[in-house]
């Protein structure tokens, strides 16, 4: 079965309250999760095992929708109908009814899956489902069912691999795929804006392989950042694009490769973090501005840690930020006892690297001749933060300056959808985590989309 991704940081969430198991019924309601748009009532969708409960009906309308999906997107890009999956199943894990490809109610707890041998979709609705909606909002719920339901089509059109790290980042691609449409008014109860996606993608985050897993494993799904980027190429790119996933593509989840560096999780000091995070940055951009652009590079004049209890300074007659870089003085203002510990607490090192990073990118455009101010142009410095770390990402053990741990890229992505644009770390702009993720992953892959 597939699905254990949805286990691993689900396993240690407080026990909830045990509910009866019911026999099969129709999932009806009205109004709970409906577009807003319009007066959409709950989908009529037979769930076995049902209490009608509401992670039940957010289910049901997440399977419709899915459902209504792949209806129409198999014969477009596979020339086949589509067969809907022939049963769905919510279970309780404390209760007496299991579902199709387990022994016992037990074995479903924390967790969602798609069986193939039955083609049935089973979850969790005492522990796993009540959860991701209390903490991030009802669409992550059908995020999770939409990833299930990649695996269903997997099943009836091929298998991208026999490595579960290519046949899971499908699915994900799938789960992308589906999503536009729910901010595109294709999906009925899921008619979301771009926050309930960043909510939802938060969560979405949390599903990725424990810090130093292999890729090669037998029971990887990816690391945080793989996870990510192959849903927001789903999104980006739709269906067709997620059927040429092969053996081919390369994924960034690696191990540790010294105890030192497992022992600290991969992450320097604190203090280490502010003092090598921007050498590298300026290390890198030193060497690589003029082969990149053609133009003589100037070093960014000054990196100024100040103590938010003392004078703060100013930039142009205003007083700096948490992160800011100044175009007047050409000098990064960083606040060096709350704001970057803050981050640093919650990702870890390179999210603070990263967020280092994009106020290098405003001094890089400002350098190419380009303005600081604005979405477009935030968003083109998270892109150039991103050059800088798929530059690192290439670098071994051994080699000058830093090199990238295991869930180094995870932290970025945790800064960039949590801290970025709030605190004041960078404003925002009017931007939103999923597309400062995206810009990100672009100058990852090439510091040439960052034109």
Known sequence: MSGKSWRIQIAALAALSVLASGCAQVVDGRGTYSSGLSDVPDAKVQIEGSDNSKVDKIAGNAIADIQAFWTQQMPAAFGKPYKPVSKFFSIDPGG???????????????NAFYCPTQDIVAWDRVKLFPELEKQFGPFLIAMVLAHEWGHAIQ????????????????????????????????????????E????????????????????????????GFDRISAFQEGYEQGVKHCSTYSD???FTEIPFTSTED???????????????GPKDLADFWAQSFEATFGKKFNPVAHVTGYDPDGDRPSCDGTQVAALQYCPADDTIYFDKKNAMQKVYDKTGDFGPMSLFG????????????????????????????GAYAGAVFKRRPGDKGIVLSPGDLDEA???????????????ANGTVGFDRVAAYRKGFNSVKNCA
């Open 96 to 110: 007496s009814k299991s579902a199709p490809c387990t022994t016992s109610p037990s074995d479903i707890r924390g």
């Open 155 to 194: 099943r009836r059109t091929e298998m991208p691999s026999n490595r579960t790290i290519v046949v899971e980042a499908q699915a994900d691609c799938y789960a992308g795929s589906w999503t536009k449409t729910a901010l595109t008014a294709g999906a009925p109860h899921f008619q979301i804006n771009r």
């Open 358 to 385: 994009v106020a290098y990118g405003e001094a890089i455009r400002r350098r190419l001749g380009k303005t600081v101010n604005g979405e477009d142009a935030l968003l083109g410095s998270i892109c150039l933060s």
């Open 248 to 250: 081919k593509r390369v």
């Open 262 to 276: 497992q022992q600290r999780n991969g992450n320097l000091p604190f203090d280490q973090t502010l003092t090598d």
């Open 413 to 427: 992505i945790q800064a960039l959808l949590n801290f970025a644009g709030s605190s004041g770390l960078f404003d």
């Open 196 to 223: 309930d996606l960043d909510q939802a993608l938060s969560g979405y985050l949390l599903f990725r392989d424990p810090v130093g897993a292999s890729a090669d494993d037998r029971q990887a799904h990816g690391s």
